[in-house]
């Protein structure tokens, strides 16, 4: 016996339910508050290298010209 598969049709209209289901629910308050997260903090690309790697002294972190060129507009 042969098993009956499902054709490309009515797998689509199966996710499309699924997903109009799902866009009228009120999602889980646990899961809405894991999903809230925190801002992306930009930080200086060589003084996260410099605490990655530990390599403060090679890069010159600590120096007074370093950040110089941060003062231009």
């Known amino acids: ?3 009956r598969r ?7 209209l ?3 339910s699924r ?9 889980d308050a646990r899961a809405a508050k894991v999903f809230v997260r925190k ?3 930009c ?4 003084r996260y290298m410099a605490k990655k790697c530990d ?3 090679e890069i010159g972190i600590g120096e007074k010209d370093i950040g ?4 231009l507009p």
Do not use: H, I
């Open 1 to 3: 016996m042969r098993k």
């Open 6 to 12: 499902r054709n490309q049709y009515t797998v689509s």
């Open 14 to 16: 199966d996710r499309k």
């Open 19 to 27: 997903l109009a289901g799902m866009a009228e629910a009120k999602p």
């Open 39 to 41: 801002t992306y903090e």
């Open 43 to 46: 930080c200086d690309v060589l």
């Open 55 to 57: 390599v403060k002294g």
């Open 68 to 71: 110089a060129d941060k003062e």
